[in-house]
């Protein structure tokens, strides 16, 4: 069993940066999957960033790629999201989530409530 808290959000300029952190409580952590999620207003739920649990590997959505990276620290049960050189179009709901099989757009196992992302032109 999973809870998953984001934190981070807030306004920023176009061109800034800002680093969003997601806080898991709950001893298996280790055991799941991880990733970033956003919604952009009237939008589908999109997967910008996923790490798998098998080999660790990190995959990224075309339109972050190069701008925003993943990372987790499994000894203080936290998933981090550096984004860089921010657009407009990046503003968005960003949720954290942990699946024990991957990570998918809609459907995981546990999901942070989200911190709102807001990057004015």
């Known amino acids: 069993q999973l809870q998953l808290v984001e934190s981070g959000g807030g306004l920023v300029q176009a061109g800034g940066s800002l680093r969003l952190s997601c806080a898991a409580a709950g001893r298996t952590f280790r055991n799941y999957a991880v990733g970033w999620i956003r919604q952009c207003p009237g939008m589908e739920r999109e997967i910008i960033a996923a790490?798998?649990?098998?080999?660790?590997?990190?995959w990224y959505a075309n339109s972050v790629k190069g701008r925003f990276a993943i990372s987790r620290d499994n000894t203080k049960n936290m998933v981090f999201l550096e984004m860089n050189t921010l657009k407009p179009e990046d503003t968005a709901v960003y949720y954290c989530?942990?699946?024990?099989?991957?990570?998918?757009?809609?459907?995981?196992?546990?999901w942070g409530q989200g911190t709102q992302v807001t990057v004015s032109s």
């Open positions: 790490m798998r649990l098998k080999d660790i590997s990190i």
């Open positions: 989530a942990a699946d024990v099989t991957g990570i998918t757009a809609d459907r995981n196992d546990y």
